[in-house]
């Protein structure tokens, strides 16, 4: 079964994606910040993560570095999930590694449609 990691500081968002992926057939985990995800790819990579940038202790854009730079993880999806959503932000969070890039608020079809897409280039 497909392993999604979920990192976000708002436990209602990380509530509300889960359930959407959870719907969608896929095993989900959750982590409320940078560091904690960190240890969780390291001890157990999942097969994507979708990431917020603004979190305490380590930021989404530093999770995406390195996953992306990380020999086992370099393959692992990553869509970022923020509410930055200047054209810079969208910028800044592809040259850091990321997939895909939603911002939200987001339609809950493209955030599963988005997942789907990226596990099935794997």
């Known amino acids: 079964m497909t392993t999604v990691l979920i990192v976000d500081d708002s436990s209602t968002l990380r509530e509300m994606i889960s359930g959407l992926l959870i719907k969608a057939g896929m095993t989900v985990l959750e982590a409320e910040d940078g560091e904690k995800a960190k240890n969780m790819i390291t001890s157990r990579p999942p097969d994507l993560v979708v990431l917020d940038i603004v979190m305490p202790n380590m ?22 999930c923020s509410s930055k959503n200047e054209e810079f932000d969208r910028y800044w969070g592809m040259k850091q590694g990321a997939d895909a890039y939603i911002a939200k608020p987001f339609r809950p079809a ?13």
Not at 59 to 80: A, F, H, M, Q, S
Not at 110 to 122: I, S
């Open 110 to 122: 493209e955030m599963v449609e988005t997942v789907k897409h990226l596990l099935r280039g794997r």
């Open 59 to 80: 930021n989404g854009y530093e999770l995406c570095r390195w996953v992306k730079n990380n020999g086992p993880t370099k393959d692992v999806p990553v869509v970022i």
